[in-house]
């Protein structure tokens, strides 16, 4: 990264896997809206003067379309968004436009299915991203994964090598799961990809080869939206003052889809471990507590948590911390999908390729290169986003 | 600070302002405890192995003395902070020589007398350091105001230079507060010095041109350990996520004589300037809220922080997070104030003068050369201290 | 209360002074909704199955009107709660005729003001109240302060009984404060009357002598919808275990209009006062602590509320409880003045006069006869209602 | 209950099942220190001015004995409590004689053991029973249950008549859970029996006409001291203002063996039920929301439960409460054991015989008699306590 070249004016594609969702609908109108400037860009990294001159893309070069097994229109989502809280009533006439174009590039989603082998179905999923990318003339397409979560992936011998990989989705049907799978088709399709979900995803070790082979950029996974977002700003300052954490204990509170699938055990998986082992990271080995994660569906979008922190100071004093955080989950998330879109491009735009680390910032479970350690502070993580982007080697 | 000398393994001394306060006696008892092995390092930044090669004195090197205006025992104070929770009933016995040796170095101290001009007044406590210095054969002594907090001080013609100061103080009383005599006093005795409390110390621009004058590092103020070390923790997590703080209100609850002085209005409205300052410098301004201290005597040393914040996410999503912190006031800060003597040694030992500003970690209102703007960033600050001892300049 | 008579069918007044505010907006728009059947009678006591056969007059035989020194239409001050969020906004349509109808009873409200002796001021006020209840044939009219909160009133001779009162009344511009003018005006008008604000207003020993000679029920003061709410349903949790609490504090934000009042320190001491001495009713003098109301404006009509109980348990044992109160201010309180109509429009039915103590379960600070002492346990209170308004005697 | 005799000066045996265990231990150790003054009667509902004249046996007419399957010395248990903060070490001396007289009154404790029919243990439990009350000559003895908590019954056909059940305990050896052989054991030694565990103890059928035909008053079951204290008397502040709960939710932290045991699914069953079900009686079905129960060992006795709970108000406005409980369990625990045994001994004395619903006020899940329905709301039962030994009928 010795030069930052001009960036071009051309636009960039977002497709989003789970383009119907909470998320990826808040994040559709919500760019809308801020390019309107009918909305301040609050919540958006990007858009902080830390990055002025990072030649971003800017958010009105961005255009959408995605994967979804669902079929509600977006404008039907946005007003049930609208209801809940998320999204204000009063800027659904204008970003309606916005959302009907979106909807216009959402194609069927891909769903494990018997039968069917798993080439031909990620043939199928890279063909609509590189028709995507030709009728809009995109200088590039990130793929972004905001989909339903999936639970942990069982190991198999097919995902240790990229040619043992394609040799088995030349015949099985269930090889990958379903966000592998899009990792896979984006990949092929030569598209920089983004787990922005606890989802396996681009994790197989088969996938990160095919990402080497194809030089592409990729990220993830798990945006870092609230409970643990606080975490990473808090257990570093423990660990900074040598104060020494007993328990660390937590219960999340959601209502809305995703919460409804995070209360499976399986899904919840996922999630669990992704918050556990940033939390060991920062302050070693033998923190007791559990973390819970419970469905409250009359809660709708507002995901509450409240952690308890029991630590001990200079002579064995015994003190406590607590605190409760109560956000609207897509309004935390939606727009760093946005900011992840525009950094991952820019990365590309800049000749980066394989994890991108500097983009820790915004995960619970940032994905790295072999032999490098992962950064959990946020504060750290913002200053080597900030200096990569200044153009600054990491 | 270009080499790193050896550092010499003879003793410094650790002159206490405030001497028989909580603090200062749980920092006297606590040094000895960990020296001893009784109990371990927890809560002393400069233990962590990231110092593990800094030259910082040993904690066995440390030879305590001071002044305070009162003569309770250290003895006495070490039972009633026992009784309170504070020190380990079964460690009494086992600190009791260390707390006479540091008793029997323990002057009168100082306190604005009509009549006395405070030139002779500062003459007799630099006379008392000098003399701590040279019975001990120590290689430096480090002077750190732990008093009762003192109101802001009025500006005087002759605090602006320090000709104007020293003809002032020849013939009259009250020219300095305490504190700021304190200061006075050290640098005249060649002593680093260093405010712990939130008086105005050593802030008076007559007595920072003596340090200069000196060639002698000095640092404050307030120790940064319960709300306001939270808080700067916390805060950037905001501005780098680009949510928007609407307000962000507090309450303390304290009791212990720290809490009495806390009370009045006027010792109150020296910590309140030094926690607002930093929020408004991390935040911008134009947050609301009140922070409020209220002296609740059953409370005794526990102190309970409140904090409530309001902040405005995408398209304007209201959210708020609040946190509880509950820690015993001096077991908090007895541990920085052992750090801080060792920190400031060893800065002087490598050459240091003036402002140390790698030292803001520890502090609410961190001191700053003219020019360079305070960072409050816990974890920033942490990584200047880091680096600073780790060699390399700033 | 001996027999219980069927009650007419007819209506029934209900005259809020400070009927433009957003209480009585909400009581307004309330009503025709839930009368309507567009909302449910949630936060409604006077519908709980416990009063079916209370004979409560019906949510749809009130009518409306009031006084107010304000000119905003209601359905202006609608569509501003509206978006707070106090009111839905689909339902403002509904509600805009009931608002109307409103609106044109609404009459100039009164201000102290040199010159105009109170004695004419208050004829022109019972003059409004005469007119109301003969042109809407009403069987009667309940007065209901729900004005901006005033300052206590300094003890004056002509407060001490009734004719010096009407004495001074009749030259002097300034003897009442304006809440106590309208509840001599609405006694004179034949009236019940009632103080939802922690006001002044009727508690004026001469005009309790009033109500007396026309044998008029009344009820006050300060309606209990938040931290005082809470606080009278947990300390008697204390209270009847035998723990000892130690300290009580409290920290209130608030926004809206009502915020503004309160952060004026003579406001304040009204609604301190009334705070505070419920507490110490039920636990007993020698609780410690303090309880602020902070104006933060950016929170709006969302109140929070921070209470810390610090209390001793068996053998000393120190034990801590907090809680958070998080409610939308018009919400809670709107509700209870529509049910303080029925209850004492019903009372009046009954032939009940004098300070009508039953009611004490809605208010901070319940008035109450002269020896009878104050019950603030909320969850007693309660009982008291139900068992007055089932037909025994309390 | 119509007259009230003198209560006898004679002395009453304290028989406590877990007699080794954390709850036991303190309540020993506290009845000691309170019957000598050297601490308040904090804590102690008995001791409220409320009972002065209920003529309930005095503190120091207690005599304790009991069966534990420990045989750790009560003053070491003591010990290991000083050294946790609930008890204070500076009473320890005082009470050693106390505990060490106790001591000397603990028999070995059952445990379902193959082969032993549960006839033969039962005889044996009941002898020592009868022992201790003739070595004493104690007026009568009270059996408390504070052992570890048992899992849930599976039902049997021998629990449901008396006769069925003495013909499977002649043979058998695992037809009751240890528990309810201690109750079956304290009836046949004509003992009142108390469950201050959730476990099944004296609930199964056949024991309660086993206490019928004796006569014998009995209560249960699950001390009421934390998060469900707090519950029952909040729940009935939204239900008698009509505020609709939408759902509730708890974690409680706890260390300590009974922690431990809790952690186990199926003993945490018996507790959970037994918390929900008050829920649903004070506030309706439809509340949704999971009650976490997590062992932290390292928070010792400390035990921490945070509650969130959300509800609706007028106009469906959504609001929530939330509050934090930091108690020491046993401290909790231990006065309400001494309290229930001088209120049921004295409720034998007046020839009280059956479930004693007066309880339910220390109770989380209260026994009741057939037909009647459970008041759970805590200020309505303390009415109920304090008529009731006021001498009138409830
Ligand atoms: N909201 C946050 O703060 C946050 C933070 C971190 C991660 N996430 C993750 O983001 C994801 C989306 O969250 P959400 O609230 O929008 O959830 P959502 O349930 O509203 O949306 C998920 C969408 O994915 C679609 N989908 C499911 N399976 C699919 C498939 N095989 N192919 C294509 N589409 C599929 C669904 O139809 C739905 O439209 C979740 O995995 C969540 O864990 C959210
Ligand atoms: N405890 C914390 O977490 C913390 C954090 C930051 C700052 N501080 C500051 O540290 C200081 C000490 O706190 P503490 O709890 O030990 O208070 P303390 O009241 O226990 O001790 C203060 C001591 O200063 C002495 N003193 C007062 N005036 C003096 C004078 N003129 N000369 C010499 N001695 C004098 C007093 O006699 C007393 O012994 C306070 O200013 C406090 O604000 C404490
Ligand atoms: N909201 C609650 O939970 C709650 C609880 C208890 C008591 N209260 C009390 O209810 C009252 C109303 O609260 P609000 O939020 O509606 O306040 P608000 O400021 O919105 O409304 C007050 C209204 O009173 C009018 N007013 C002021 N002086 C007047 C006068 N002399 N004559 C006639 N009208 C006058 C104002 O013009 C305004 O329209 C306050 O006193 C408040 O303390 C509210
Ligand atoms: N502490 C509270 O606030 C509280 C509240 C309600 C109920 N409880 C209940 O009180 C009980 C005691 O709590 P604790 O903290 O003292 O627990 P603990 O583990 O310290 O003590 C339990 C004792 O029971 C003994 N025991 C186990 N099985 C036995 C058997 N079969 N026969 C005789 N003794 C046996 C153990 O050896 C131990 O000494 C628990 O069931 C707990 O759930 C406690
Ligand atoms: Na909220
Ligand atoms: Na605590």
């Not at 996938?207 to 798990?222: C, F, W």
């Not at 409804?260 to 070693?284: I, Y």
């Not at 309004?331 to 991108?356: H, I, K, N, S």
Request: hydrophobic content about 45%; some cysteine; aromatic content about 6%.
């Amino acid at each position: 990264m010795t030069s930052t070249p001009t960036p071009p004016a051309d636009r960039i594609g977002v497709w989003l896997i789970g383009a119907r969702g909470s998320v990826a609908t808040t994040a559709i109108a919500g760019a809308a809206a801020v390019a309107a400037r009918l909305a301040p860009p609050t919540g958006m990294v990007a858009e902080l003067t830390d990055f002025a001159d990072s030649g971003l893309p800017a958010l009105d070069r961005l255009v959408f379309g995605g994967h979804d097994t669902d079929d509600t229109p977006l404008t039907k989502r946005a007003e049930q968004l609208a209801g809940t809280g998320i999204l204000p009533p009063a800027l659904l006439a204008a970003v309606t436009p916005a959302l009907d174009a979106a909807d216009g590039e959402i194609r069927p989603g891909y769903r494990t299915a018997p039968g069917l082998p798993q080439a031909a179905a990620a043939a199928r999923l890279a063909t609509d991203l590189a028709s995507f990318r030709d009728r809009h003339r995109l200088s590039q397409v990130v793929v972004i994964n905001v989909a339903s979560t999936e639970p942990p992936v069982h190991p198999h011998p097919a995902h240790r090598d990229l040619a043992a990989l394609e040799a088995a989705m030349a015949t099985e049907a269930g090889i990958l799961p379903a966000g592998s799978l899009y990792a896979y088709a984006a990949l092929r399709a030569d598209c920089a990809h983004l787990d922005f979900t606890p989802s396996p995803g681009i994790r197989i070790p088969a996938l990160r080869e095919l990402a080497d082979v194809q030089g592409l950029p990729y990220a993830g996974s798990d945006g870092k939206t609230g409970e643990t977002l606080v975490r990473t700003a808090l257990a570093p300052m423990f660990a900074h003052r040598a104060l020494r954490v007993r328990s660390w204990s937590g219960t999340n509170l959601l209502g809305g889809a995703d919460g409804a699938t995070l209360a499976s055990p399986d899904a919840a998986a996922s999630k669990n471990a992704s918050k556990r082992s940033g939390l060991e990271a920062m302050l070693g080995a033998g923190v007791e507590g559990l973390t819970h994660i419970d469905y409250v569906p009359s809660m709708g979008e507002m995901k509450t948590a409240w952690d308890h922190i029991a630590f001990e100071g200079f002579l064995g004093a015994a003190m406590t911390m607590q605190f409760t955080w109560q956000g609207w989950d897509s309004a935390l998330a939606a727009p760093l999908v946005l900011d992840l879109a525009r950094f991952l491009a820019r990365a590309r735009q800049l000749g980066a390729a394989g994890p991108q680390e500097q983009l820790g910032f915004f995960f619970k479970d940032p994905l790295r290169a072999g032999g490098s350690t992962t950064e959990h502070r946020l504060i750290a993580q913002f200053e080597v986003l900030r200096s990569w982007y200044a153009g600054g080697p990491q």
